[in-house]
């Protein structure tokens, strides 16, 4: 038997299937078993640096997906209570589909459905930010941080790489979101439309995508650099082929005709990390005597954190929220395929769609290994979720602000809560030139600052008493709910996601998180060295 369960009287076997287990750029073969309680994987070799046995409780699998591979509909994601996650391939369809069923049927809990829930009208209304709504456009659409032929893509926003500053006001910062990146600069896309008209059927105008395994690994090349090592065939490309800058790359995926990629989640989320050399990696050195260590961040950002803090406020800001519906229709929506690509400049090759191959019924195998070369390594179009115009976001013009406390600071002035006058909200609504993006869930003032939480999960600081401007700092992927301060430098903001978040009051980054409630953090207050939370 692959699991024993005989000494386990209470368990009995309800499901036993051979599955693959999906890795970035790894597959772990072995056998799945489900019990009336727990599903196990054993692995059918231990050539892979996981247990022996894999078990999870069945009461602790919060939702199941049905995912595709290889444009086939074999595969299934698991996502757990502790926020992992695990992604599956079957032999066939309905091996995939009974086993979900079992799951559906065993389970303690009421597994969720990612398209049960109005998503959209949540964005719509601003209660949950650009961000969020992108990952779960990704979520719904098949894509996956498990698999890097899937891997979820965002949309570059920013167009100004190269100015001191960057204003977020000003519409010419920004990218048309209309439009698919290969149709960004119409003499590369005059170009592409030449060759289209001249190609036989079936045509198409972009032979690369905008994500492959090979741009994911491009980005996460410092970060993970076994990735990039296992696609080269155990190298770093090329130094005049890796990703070196950020104004770089932006001028590349706009002017070469072979290069549309977009951008991956950690641009937006996150310390910024990844576009560090922290492992002192032997990159080379290019052509023009430069040796690949960090990316080259734009003169706009002063770090990697801030250059990811400043992306993500791009992401929320006015300007994205009232257009990345026109992307979203580009991406998954109904001008991804069909008359309506052609017309917008959005045709790849026809095997990065699904639907249009199939591999079940490929018998030669010199055949089927070329179109799985293909699929995998070449760019897939994600699932289509709307086939209608995407509705646009609400703007909203006037900002609701919550109820506001008295603060109260006890004779060691460590318990503060959060409060501002009338005069000082009227200060800020009619002086504060840098808009809140999101609505706005608390605001205050903490000595000298004026702190200010948005639904977006960022939290926005001003300097009192003139109210400039101090800093954004992204905290979270949904609301921030409250603040309070530490001792004298630290604040500690409670979520929407139930964690706790601690960052200098100095400074614009998270330095640590800790999960406090398994439901929205409403309140905070400090006493001594005690932090009580509801």
């Not at 969720?112 to 969020?132: A, E, F, P």
Request: charged letters at 20%; aromatic letters at 12%; one cysteine or more.
């Amino acid at each position: 038997a692959v699991v024993s369960t005989q000494s386990c009287h209470y368990e009995r076997e309800q499901g036993n299937v051979v599955v693959e287990m999906i890795q970035p750029l790894v597959k772990i073969p072995g056998r799945m078993v489900i019990s009336q309680t727990r599903l196990y994987f054993q692995p059918f070799n231990n050539a892979f640096s996981i247990a022996d046995v894999l078990k999870w409780k069945l009461d602790s699998v919060r939702e199941v997906i049905r995912r595709s591979y290889l444009l086939l509909e074999v595969g299934l994601e698991m996502f757990m209570n502790d926020d992992k996650n695990y992604f599956f391939v079957f032999d066939s369809e309905d091996d995939r589909n009974n086993l979900h069923e079992k799951l559906q049927e065993l389970s303690g809990n009421e597994l969720c459905d990612s398209s049960q829930t109005n998503m959209t009208l949540k964005w719509q209304n601003g209660v949950i930010s650009n961000y969020d709504y992108l990952l779960y456009l990704n979520h719904s659409s098949d894509r996956t941080f498990n698999n890097l032929s899937q891997y979820p893509v965002f949309p570059w926003v920013v167009s100004n790489y190269t100015s001191e500053t960057l204003d977020l006001e000003d519409p010419a910062n920004f990218r048309d979101l209309s439009k698919p990146m290969g149709a960004l600069t119409e003499a590369r896309l005059q170009r592409i439309l030449a060759r289209f008209e001249d190609m036989p059927e079936p045509r198409f105008m972009y032979g690369s995508h905008y994500s492959t395994p090979g741009f994911v690994t491009y980005y996460l090349m410092r970060s993970q650099p076994d990735l990039m090592i296992c696609l080269m065939g155990g190298k770093f490309d090329h130094p005049d082929r890796v990703f070196a800058g950020i104004a770089e790359t932006w001028n590349n995926v706009r002017h070469n005709t072979a290069d549309f990629k977009e951008l991956i989640p950690q641009f937006y989320a996150g310390d910024g990390s990844f576009l560090e050399n922290r492992l002192q990696l032997n990159f080379g050195r290019r052509q023009n005597g430069d040796v690949v260590n960090d990316v080259v961040l734009p003169p706009w950002a002063a770090s990697p954190r801030d250059f990811v803090a400043r992306m993500r406020e791009a992401l929320e800001s006015d300007y994205v929220s009232a257009n990345i519906h026109h992307w979203i229709d580009l991406i998954f929506g109904f001008k991804q395929r069909g008359p309506l690509a052609e017309k917008h400049f959005n045709l790849f090759h026809f095997m990065s769609y699904p639907g249009y191959v199939d591999l079940s019924t490929i018998t030669d195998p010199n055949e089927r290994a070329s179109v799985v070369t293909q699929i995998l390594e070449f760019g897939q179009v994600p699932r289509q979720i709307f086939t209608q115009p995407h509705p646009e976001r609400k703007q909203a013009t006037v900002y609701a602000f919550p109820s506001l406390v008295v603060e109260e600071v006890d004779g060691e002035g460590m318990r503060r809560t959060l409060s501002v006058s009338g005069p000082s909200l009227d200060d800020f609504k009619q002086r504060c030139s840098h808009q809140v993006k999101g609505s706005v869930t608390f605001f205050g003032h903490l000595d000298d600052l004026v702190i200010v939480g948005s639904s977006s999960g960022l939290l926005y600081s001003y300097r009192l008493p003139d109210m400039t401007y101090a800093y954004t700092a992204v905290v979270s992927n949904v609301a921030v709910k409250c603040v309070q301060v530490i001792g004298d430098h630290t604040l500690c903001v409670g979520s929407a996601d139930g964690k706790f978040y601690f960052l200098s009051k100095l400074q614009s980054f998270v330095y640590t998180s800790l999960l406090g409630h398994y439901d929205t953090i409403t309140d905070i207050t400090v006493d001594n060295d005690l932090v009580f939370s509801g």
